[in-house]
T-cell receptor
Framework: AQTVTQSQPEMSVQEAETVTLSCTYD???????LFWYKQPPSRQMILVIR??????QNATENRFSVNFQKAAKSFSLKISDSQLGDTAMYFC???????????FGGGTRLMVKP | DVKVTQSSRYLVKRTGEKVFLECVQD?????MFWYRQDPGLGLRLIYF???????EKGDIPEGYSVSREKKERFSLILESASTNQTSMYLC???????????FGEGSWLTVV
């Protein structure tokens, strides 16, 4: 069974600064996908970034980037130039290539302070 | 844009009642999911469906059932609601494994 662990229940960052959210996972699969989802106070869960395990290059989406360390089973999210709108719950998630099930971590609540 | 619609945003039900949570997606996705979200526990998968009339148990299926009679619609059923089923329920859909999963806005269920 796969597990996803987010060790930081809450974090805060000053506006315009950089913050890194941690995620580790455990799996015996070789082909899989990793995701970071954002859930703002309005509750609509939206995709932030997606990483395919067979790609060594770290995914980036504008101010969001990941540090994917496959051997260490680590998948951290870096948010640069933090904005007030980045305040949300962030969930790390995993799915194996052969399966449909998405496994989520417990979430990190991020507060961006003005 | 993909739209996943959960018809009920807020419900209050009594213990023992039968509860239906409806979810519709408009992108012809094969896969649909029901998750439960609780503070500190993240999202836990209740059931998922990869085709019409097909369903698979997730991590916490006890006390729940599902129905997928049409490709676009996936219903979660609580046969006899209990207070420990008070939670936020999220429906989601995806085209295939590894593709982006799209979520609905969630249904807040309170069982009293």
């Amino acid at each position: 069974a796969q597990t996803v662990t987010q060790s930081q229940p809450e974090m805060s960052v000053q506006e315009a600064e950089t913050v890194t959210l941690s995620c580790t996972y455990d799996t015996s699969e070789n082909n899989y996908y990793l995701f970071w989802y954002k859930q703002p106070p309005s509750r609509q869960m939206i995709l932030v970034i997606r990483q395919e395990a067979y790609k060594q290059q770290n995914a980036t989406e504008n101010r969001f980037s990941v540090n994917f360390q496959k051997a260490a089973k680590s998948f951290s999210l870096k948010i640069s130039d933090s904005q007030l709108g980045d305040t949300a719950m962030y969930f790390c998630a995993f799915t194996a290539n052969a399966g449909n099930m998405l496994t989520f971590g417990g979430g990190t609540r991020l507060m961006v302070k003005p | 844009d993909v739209k996943v619609t959960q018809s009920s945003r807020y419900l209050v039900k009594r213990t023992g009642e039968k509860v239906f949570l409806e979810c519709v997606q408009d992108m012809d996705h094969e896969n649909m999911f029901w998750y439960r979200q609780d503070p500190g526990l993240g999202l836990r998968l209740i059931y998922f469906s990869y085709d019409v009339k097909m369903k698979e148990k997730g991590d916490i299926p006890e006390g729940y059932s599902v129905s997928r009679e049409k490709k676009e619609r996936f219903s979660l059923i609580l046969e006899s609601a209990s207070t420990n089923q008070t939670s936020m329920y999220l429906c989601a859909s995806s085209l295939s494994p590894g593709n982006t999963i799209y979520f609905g806005e969630g249904s807040w269920l309170t069982v009293v």
